[in-house]
């Protein structure tokens, strides 16, 4: 059974980083049909893509977040990190991380997604 | 970065009858390769969002025939054959052309009138 579970501060201040943890299970982080994608939704609004890991340690980044983020991953621990730099009340959302699956030569589908986890930004 | 936009935003349906939700993008999805990277996601509440439909109109796994999915190049539309009390909530749509870039759609909420 495939799950993923994020983890992390469910409040943090302007100008602090944010650190996101993904538990996965039910998979492994090294197989090359696999890698975790981080997506973020502001309470009400729509969903925002972040950043891609795949098994051989490639990452993507989002092009206008790129410069804030860094995403790393511990296949013995099946944990991918997500950190984010530089927090502003803006980046308050619902963080989920997706399985995405190599589903044909240049496609990867998001077929299992943890529940998410809210982070709010605030002095 | 292409931009996607879906209409309506909203959606009121009774119960048993159809619905229908229009995404259209800033630019062709078609990809060098021939295909098009267009996906639907359903967002029920409080639950994350679940892949239905990828590359137009492939439903994926475990997901109702009721589901269908068709357009080219800029324009595409969901629809559902006969809505069902399961079936509200927010719709996306999500282009994967520029993979490892995805951008989404604004949203489309299906409530039942």
């Known amino acids: 059974q495939v799950t993923l579970k994020e983890s992390g501060p469910v409040l943090v201040k302007p100008t602090e980083t944010l650190t996101l943890t993904c538990t996965v299970s039910g998979f492994s982080l090294s197989n090359a049909r696999m890698g975790v994608s981080w997506i973020r939704q502001p309470p009400g609004k729509a969903l925002e893509w972040l950043a891609h890991?795949?098994?051989?340690?490639?990452?993507s980044y989002s092009t206008s977040l790129k410069s804030r983020l860094t995403i790393s991953k511990d296949t013995s621990k099946s944990q991918v990190v997500l950190t984010m730099t530089n927090m502003d009340p803006v980046d308050t959302a619902t963080y989920y991380c997706a399985r995405i699956l190599r589903w044909g030569f240049l496609e990867w589908l998001p077929d299992y997604w943890g529940q998410g986890t809210l982070v709010t930004v605030s002095s | 970065d292409i931009v996607m936009t879906q209409t309506p935003l909203s959606s009121p349906v009774t119960l048993g009858q159809p619905a229908s939700i229009s995404c259209r993008s800033s630019?062709?999805?078609?990809?060098?390769?021939?295909?098009?990277?267009l996906s639907w996601l359903q967002q029920r509440p409080g639950q994350p969002p679940r892949l239905l439909i990828y590359?137009?109109?492939n439903r994926f796994s475990g997901v109702p025939d009721r589901f269908s999915g068709s357009g080219a190049g800029t324009d595409f539309t969901l629809k559902i054959s006969r809505v069902e009390a399961e079936d509200v909530g927010v719709y996306y749509c999500m282009q994967a052309t520029q993979f490892p870039s995805w951008t989404f759609g604004q949203g489309t909420k299906v409530e039942i009138k």
């Open positions: 630019q062709s999805l078609v990809h060098s390769d021939g295909n098009t990277y």
């Open positions: 890991i795949f098994s051989n340690d490639e990452k």
């Open positions: 590359k137009i109109s």
